[in-house]
């Protein structure tokens, strides 16, 4: 019964999105305020349908209802509740359902809080959210209905993908989400002003806080999964440049070069066409990003079930959303003319040319990934883009980038001093170059690429914090006070930067100075790694609540003194006849000693177990990055300028109250 | 000019959109990137035999100068092997044909009572009970099937079911190994 509730709920959302989808925009157009009104309603209603229907799903995967097709194929009565609840959107249909409804969730955000801006903007922009509804919902109802029932049903469920079964996984899918389509508000914007013929400085400001909690949101999502890759995969590094790392980058690096060019048509009333067609970029790579692994057109170790009829349906909907809104852009962004003019040395020139190095950095990856299949279709040859073609293309442009982020904030608008600015950061360059040379020194000898990023990456540490300690006065009387009257944002601003420069820290040496051995190991056996000395002690088998698990003890001693017990294992799920290899690992802030273990499959080396040790200096620095990253986008959100003192449209530029 | 300027996302996607739509047509399969293993010897492995069945183990030594072999990876548990299976069967018996089995990742009782059931064509068959051979053998998916040359060199990896379209993709594969024999 409420498996059919949930469905029954899916088709009155689909019909609540087409009234919003005409009826709003038909308002807009013929000044009926009565009609623009009426997407407060369906938006809302359309969101609590859906929410219903994600329930009934929910529902249906807690009490473990072998009914439901889509439950028997990804839960089992013995999985942990967690899991059970994660199995939701474990699979297609299920993170579908999840994708249309976080679509409706942010509609509905608008429709309720966003009462600052004009009836007309907002109905358009709800007509154009529901839109894309429409064709996700409907493909779900024809190609991917999660509320299938199977007759007759089987005992017990086919479980989840083991791997699969792990906490941070369970919230990686929800925030990506949260992410992808959150952009979707930022497109529906986007096309809503190319419609209305008009984008200025208060339309900048309304859209920057949704971009800011999708960018916020993707952020924390591919930073969880890049964390789950290196800690439950055991494949010892976090990043693969694999196509599906690939199309959930794309979008960050696009989203992140909208949130500085949106900035600049903020403040300075231009770079608007092109603010425009980065919001349309962001969710058409979003939209890649969540079906191209869907439509079976990569391969990639993520690959769900592949169907080509869903794969047309999905490209269909692609083109549809993608190409239309290029077209408009085409037609209507040439009428759009720019504001402020500036010097080649400014603020604006500044965020310009980051703006060209993430596009041509995103542009990198879009090839990379896409690669493959332009040369099978020319060629017929078929290889796969690996690590190297990433790495020889995508570092040399963001190094530069990382050069001009330091320098950027420095720069006032309009006309900078450049001499000025050079002369007011010769000291961080002496303590940059003081820096580098020590880490030369300590990473005596290995890549000079990473101890010259390793330099570039102390500029930005020490360029952001002079920055900020400069805007606050930071050595003089009251400070603290200046700290707090200083905007929000200013400070989100220098958070995310030098979260950035700790993130690079972390990348750059867990991928050149990581040394792993692996090697054949029986109870007595010790290795060296790193400084430290790890002892195989033995294994014993442990019964888990759904697996049976070997764990291996192992001893680890730096210069004879005890440091650590290790326990890593392998898991066998005999449900889904899945092993997951489980690794510890020794964590602090100077690197992670990790550890994970295997059978040896060869006859001749009976009672022996694979070792496999890896020491990566400064890998934590990546995940606190990360964090900073997020962080900063939720002090520059928690700003009161983005809530109060709402901008009106006829205000001339920073004429808005100041707090 | 500026106009053109404006209209190239459109295009630029447009594109992508035309070699996506290709790709999606025509049973093309991106799975099938060809194996690294291709034109290399054997990987180094050693199996032994299914607990309860006859047949006798498989290791790499087996798999050299006994001429043309093919290594079929199946399971109990994956149905395409079931469709494969009494093609496969046929094949080796019509083509003289020697093939041997590599048991992936699937339990003594329910691959003996598979085989029971189904036949075994098989000359050797080793349990790969962990899947670790199946990662030497760069295995993606069940079932798969590697034609391995007199000398232990790996000449062809075919992923997924010998069946329908797929038959006829694999004789063709087979047919250019006994050629090059």
């Known amino acids: ?39 407060q309603a369906t938006a809302v209603i359309q969101a609590a349908l859906l929410v219903f229907a994600f329930g009934a799903l929910m529902h249906a995967f807690i009490v473990s209802d072998f009914t439901v097709r889509n439950v028997v194929e990804n839960s089992h009565s013995l999985k942990p509740m967690l899991y059970k609840v994660a199995g939701t959107w474990g699979s297609h249909e299920g993170s579908l359902l999840l994708w249309v409804l976080i679509l409706a969730l942010f509609g509905a955000a608008v429709a309720v809080m966003a009462d600052n801006i004009p009836l007309a903007l907002k109905a358009r922009t709800l007509s154009v959210q529901a839109w894309i509804s429409v064709g996700f919902l409907s493909f779900m109802i024809l190609t991917s209905n999660p509320f299938d029932r199977v007759f007759p049903p089987p005992l017990d469920g086919q479980d989840l993908n083991p791997l699969l079964q ?46 800011l909690a999708a960018w916020m949101a ?48 903020e403040k300075r009333d231009t770079f608007k066409a092109w603010t425009i067609l980065l919001a349309i970029l962001t969710f058409s790579l979003s939209l890649l990003g969540t079906f191209i692994v869907r439509s079976g057109l990569l391969t990639s170790v993520h690959a769900f079930a592949v169907d080509p009829e869903r794969g047309v349906y999905i490209l269909g909907l692609l083109a549809v959303s993608i190409l239309g809104s290029l077209a408009l852009f085409a037609w209507r962004a040439p009428a759009m003319e720019g504001g402020g003019l500036f010097a080649p040395i400014s603020r604006e020139a500044g965020l310009l ?18 690669y493959p299949l332009f040369l099978e279709a020319v060629t017929g040859e078929k290889i796969s883009v690996g690590p190297p073609f990433f790495n020889a293309s995508f570092i040399p442009i963001t190094l530069p980038l990382v050069i001009v982020m330091g320098l950027g904030p420095h720069l006032s608008w309009k006309r900078a001093d450049l001499p000025g600015v050079l002369a007011r950061l010769k000291w961080v360059g002496v303590v940059v170059l003081l820096g580098t040379l020590v880490v030369a020194w300590i990473a005596d000898g290995g890549p000079l690429l990473a101890v010259i990023s390793m330099g570039i990456a102390l500029w930005l540490i020490g360029a952001t914090i002079q920055d900020w300690a400069r805007r606050v006065k930071l050595l003089q009387k009251g400070a603290w006070a200046r700290i707090n009257r200083q905007p929000r944002s200013a400070h989100g601003m220098s958070m995310a930067h030098l979260g950035l420069a700790v993130l690079m820290v972390g990348a750059i040496g867990a991928s050149a100075w990581k040394t792993d051995t692996v090697s054949f190991a029986e109870p007595g056996t010790a290795v060296p790694i790193a400084g430290f000395e790890v002892t195989f002690v033995g294994v014993e088998q442990v019964q888990g609540p759904n697996y049976v698990a070997q764990v291996a003890t192992l001893d680890v001693t730096r210069d004879g003194e005890f440091v650590t017990q290790l326990f890593p294992e392998r898991r066998v799920y005999p449900v889904a006849q899945a092993t997951t290899t489980e690794s510890d690992i020794r964590q602090t802030l100077a690197g992670d000693l990790y550890v994970s273990i295997a059978e040896p499959a060869a006859e001749n080396t009976e009672g022996l177990w694979t070792l496999r040790l890896i020491y990566e200096p400064l890998v934590n620095f990546l995940w606190l990055g990360s964090l900073m990253l997020v962080l900063g986008g939720a002090l520059s959100l928690s700003d009161r300028r983005l809530r109060v003192g709402a901008p009106r449209r006829a205000a001339p530029v920073n004429a808005t109250p100041a707090e | 000019m500026k106009r053109l300027l404006f209209a190239a996302p459109f295009v630029l996607a447009l594109i992508i959109g035309g070699f996506s739509l290709w790709g999606l047509s025509g049973g093309r399969d991106p799975s099938s990137i060809p194996s690294a293993l291709i034109s290399q010897p054997i990987p180094d492995f050693a199996l032994d035999p299914i607990e309860g069945v006859d047949t006798p183990g498989l290791s790499t030594e087996d798999l050299k100068g006994q001429g043309l072999t093919l290594v079929n990876v199946f399971a ?17 018996e019509q083509q003289n044909l ?30 790969d009970v962990t899947g670790r051979a199946g990662i030497d053998w760069g295995v993606t998916g069940v079932p798969e099937t590697f034609i391995i040359s007199n000398d232990g060199i790996v000449l062809h990896r075919f992923p997924g079911p010998v069946v329908g379209d797929g038959q006829r993709r694999f004789q063709e594969a087979l047919d250019a190994a006994k050629a090059a024999q």
């Open chain 1, 353 to 370: 040319i980051n703006n060209l190095l993430i596009a041509t950095a995103c542009a990198t990856v879009l090839f990379g990934t896409l």
């Open chain 1, 1 to 39: 019964m409420i498996p059919e509730l949930g469905q029954f709920a899916m088709a009155l959302a689909l019909i609540a999105a087409l009234v919003q989808s005409v009826l709003p925009i038909a308002g807009a157009a013929r000044r009926n305020t009565l009609w623009m009104a009426s997407a």
């Open chain 1, 218 to 265: 993707l952020t924390g999502g591919i930073a969880l999964g890049s964390w789950w890759a290196y800690y439950e995969l055991g494949w010892g590094g976090w990043w693969f440049w694999d196509p599906v790392e690939n199309v959930s980058f794309m979008p960050w690096l696009a989203g992140t070069a909208l949130l500085h060019s949106a900035i600049v048509t």
């Open chain 1, 166 to 211: 792990d906490f941070g996984l369970a919230i990686h899918p929800p925030l990506l989400y949260i992410g992808y389509v959150g952009f979707s508000i930022v497109f529906s914007f986007a096309v809503a002003a190319l419609i209305e013929g008009r984008v200025d400085p208060a339309w900048a400001r309304w859209v920057r806080p949704w971009t």
């Open chain 2, 76 to 92: 109990s548990w994956c149905g395409p092997c079931r469709a494969e299976h009494p093609i496969l069967t046929r094949m080796s």
């Open chain 2, 98 to 127: 020697r093939i041997v089995g590599l048991n992936y990742k699937d339990t003594p009782e329910n691959a003996a009572a598979w085989l029971e059931e189904l036949g075994n064509p098989y000359e050797r068959i080793g349990a």
